[in-house]
């Protein structure tokens, strides 16, 4: 194995050489404190970066083993590492052509989430990362690189070895991940879908920013869902804890509605230190639900919601290539369902109004409905099922009739207004009557074929993220806009990788099996079975059926039992 100082020499002697010498670096080479490893150099200065890895031996980098003592701590843990990592690389100074002297590290944004960028042997750190290896044109130059990987990288190494790593930061992060997943066990034992810290800072400063709004009215529990609970670092912390069953968030435009989903809908992630949103937590069984014109559904079960359509046309076993807005969202539930969703947030803004309900006027007028709207079905999904709503709305008065509880939105401040809105009922009956018990709602479990997952296109696997909402798959590009708590490009590009295993592991299972499985065997081997490349990030099972349902090469089959149930 050969140290940085002939890496050095050998990178210096490469000058003007043609790209492709850069081959000659890819091995193990020796630094002080550390192992550098050339795993694919890249073959031409405009293409995808050069892969590499540092592996800094425990006793060298000196961090407490309790920092990992589970799978929450060495997630934060490693993921403040993965930053200080790449705020040492930023600073360099960039010569040449194409992404010549880049580094790119997938250190993430504000959740914070299994990577692959960074983890732990049984007595090493490793990260692994990207350079764009510098070059003119596409003539080597050796005198930068040799800077580039001999200097400047050690150089960054240093930092996260002691004295020069803050162990009490990166002890910040292994507790505020740990308490996080702490406080996500309680909440079924609690009968909570969620808790909202007080003081919390939900409104971001932009549509398209996770950064707080400077001026964000912090938040605060109404009196009545007030409850503290305790954790493992951080003492007791009190807040709004929502109950189980249906909610109705309520209150006038702007004034907060969408902002409490968006992060109840997040807080199935931890968030980092200063993000505002710490202290959100959502039950890790928590899906949001949208409609999506045009695309494609295949097999659903959607008989408890989309019936009796012209011309005989069963819904038992539904596909189509181009849904609407209430076929999408029926079948959206219905899948969610399938893979043990526990808890739906819908907001009516993305939601088809025909879906979510039929007043009385409607009802009476329209003799002949095929859909029975999820107003008719919320209370037997919570009653049946276990399965709690939580539903924004600013103008269907119809929900109070079938809400557990009701949270009204004035200035971002929370009021519950539960007691207030059955007032209103009693003194305002809409006079509609409750949807049809023949079309009982059950799910069928359904069976993928194997050949639905083929990555190829032209003979060559093509698994590509464009971005967090698209996902180039063999011959499909997926639009995934719809799957609003993916919120990386690098769980985007897993899902692909993950779908391109059940080519091997499909067959008798059902859909929720398949999902199991591969929870099984990322919990065991990590990310890094799935693809030798460090931008991969564990995405959930939920986004990862939702991607899958999403292709439109899925075929299924139904699976048959005497019933079938969520």
């Not at 493992?232 to 006038?252: D, N, S």
Request: one cysteine or more; hydrophobic letters at 40%.
């Amino acid at each position: 194995m050969n140290d940085l100082d002939a890496l050095a020499q050998i990178l210096k002697s490469l000058d003007g050489h043609g790209y492709r010498a850069y081959k000659r670096i890819e091995g193990a080479w020796v630094g002080p404190g550390f192992t550098l490893l050339v795993d694919h150099v890249q073959p031409d200065p405009f293409a995808t970066p050069t892969r590499l890895r540092v592996r800094i031996p425990h006793a060298v980098h000196g961090l407490p083993q309790e920092l990992w003592a589970n799978r929450p701590r060495r997630t934060g843990a490693l993921n403040y590492l993965l930053r200080v990592f790449k705020r040492a690389v930023q600073s360099c100074p960039g010569v040449g052509s194409g992404r010549s002297c880049q580094f790119f590290v997938d250190a993430g944004g504000t959740e914070v989430l299994e990577r692959a960028a960074a983890c732990l042997g049984p007595d090493y750190l490793e990260l692994r990362f990207r350079v764009g290896l510098p070059a003119r044109g596409r003539t080597v130059l050796g005198g930068a690189a040799a800077r580039l990987l001999t200097e400047v990288l050690p150089q960054a190494v240093g930092g996260l070895r002691r004295p020069d790593l803050d162990e009490e930061e990166a002890r910040r992060w292994a507790d505020l991940t740990e308490d996080h997943a702490h406080l996500q066990a309680q909440l079924e034992r609690l009968g909570l879908v969620a808790f909202v810290r007080d003081g919390s800072l939900l409104p971001r400063a932009s549509g398209v920013s996770d950064e707080p709004l400077a001026d964000a009215v912090p938040f605060e529990s109404p009196p009545a869902l007030r409850v503290t609970l305790d954790t493992l670092h951080h003492g007791p912390v009190t807040g709004m804890g929502l109950p189980e069953g249906v909610t109705v968030i309520t209150g006038g435009g702007f004034h907060g509605k969408t902002t409490l989903l968006e992060a109840l809908e997040r807080g199935v992630y931890p968030h980092v230190p200063g993000d505002g949103r710490e202290w959100v937590v959502t039950r890790s069984t928590t899906v949001k639900l949208r409609s999506e014109d045009g695309r494609a559904v295949t097999g659903v079960h959607l008989t408890p919601f989309v019936h009796d359509l012209p011309l005989g046309a069963s819904t038992d076993f539904f596909s189509t290539a181009d849904a609407s807005g209430s076929t999408s969202l029926a079948a959206a539930v219905q899948e969610a369902l399938e893979v043990g969703a526990q808890v739906m947030l819908l907001d009516e803004d993305t939601s088809a109004t025909n879906l979510l309900d039929r007043d009385a006027r409607m009802q009476r007028l329209v003799k002949r409905e095929t859909i029975t709207p999820l107003i008719d079905r919320v209370r037997e999904l919570h009653e049946r099922f276990g399965v709690s709503t939580v539903l924004v709305t600013g103008g269907n008065g119809d929900y109070l009739d079938v809400a557990d509880r009701v949270l009204l939105l004035e200035n971002y401040r929370v009021h519950d207004a539960t007691e207030e809105a059955r007032n209103v009922v009693r003194q305002l009956p809409t006079g509609r009557s409750v949807g049809d018990p023949a079309h009982p709602l059950r799910v069928v479990p359904r069976i993928p074929e194997a050949a639905s997952f083929d990555p190829r296109r032209g003979g060559r696997v093509k698994i590509k993220a464009q971005g967090v909402e698209t996902l180039l798959f063999g011959r499909e590009t997926l639009d995934l806009r719809g799957l609003e708590q993916l919120v990386d490009p690098s769980q985007t590009r897993a899902i692909g990788h993950l779908m391109a295993q059940l080519q091997e592991l499909a067959g008798d299972r059902t859909l929720a099996q398949l999902l199991t499985q591969l929870e099984r065997e990322l919990d065991e081997h990590g990310l890094h079975l799935l693809d030798p490349a460090p931008e991969l990030a564990r995405p959930r099972r939920y986004e990862l059926a939702g991607a899958i349902n999403r292709l439109r090469s899925l075929r299924v089959r139904p699976w048959r039992s005497e019933k079938g149930s969520p």
